[in-house]
């Protein structure tokens, strides 16, 4: 209700992305300007995160552009599922989030600007590892 909400955060940096988990809806992730990744427990009487990247060697270098919880199946059997948290920054870093002992974080993808050159040799091909990501994407 944002007339009269329940419980307000107030947070020191700008939030750009935020999202409830689908296991534990009790956990919202908010994904900050300068790269940071909070996870709070909004059932909580307490404003500070419950856990945060701000410690994390492999934070976000850029702002967070979108957050979104995942659930993962590890086993067979129906029960035995885990979430994890996926974002996409603007360093271009698409990285999923694994709560631990704290967040620990795994690249599932990097996207990198390539320059085109028009002055290539005869028919010689790009690399067919490297993918080119336009300026408009």
């Known amino acids: 209700n944002p ?4 419980r307000i955060y107030q947070s020191p940096y700008g939030v750009t992305a935020v999202d409830f988990s689908i296991g534990a809806p009790n956990l919202l992730a908010v994904g900050y300007h300068n790269g940071n990744i909070a996870i709070y427990n909004v059932q909580s009487n307490s404003n500070v995160p419950v ?11 850029g702002p967070v552009w979108q957050l979104q919880w ?9 029960d035995d599922k ?13 990285s999923k989030w694994v709560i631990r002992k704290g967040l620990d974080c795994h690249d ?7 320059t085109t050159s028009n002055s290539k040799r005869g028919g010689e091909k790009e690399k067919k590892g490297e993918a080119l990501i336009s300026r408009q994407a």
């Open 3 to 6: 007339m009269w909400p329940e």
């Open 82 to 94: 885990r979430e994890i948290l996926v974002s996409i920054s603007a360093d271009g870093r698409i």
């Open 108 to 114: 599932l993808m990097r996207l990198r600007r390539t």
């Open 51 to 61: 856990l945060d990247s701000s410690e994390s060697p492999q934070k976000h270098l």
């Open 70 to 78: 995942i659930e993962q199946d590890r086993g067979t059997t129906g």
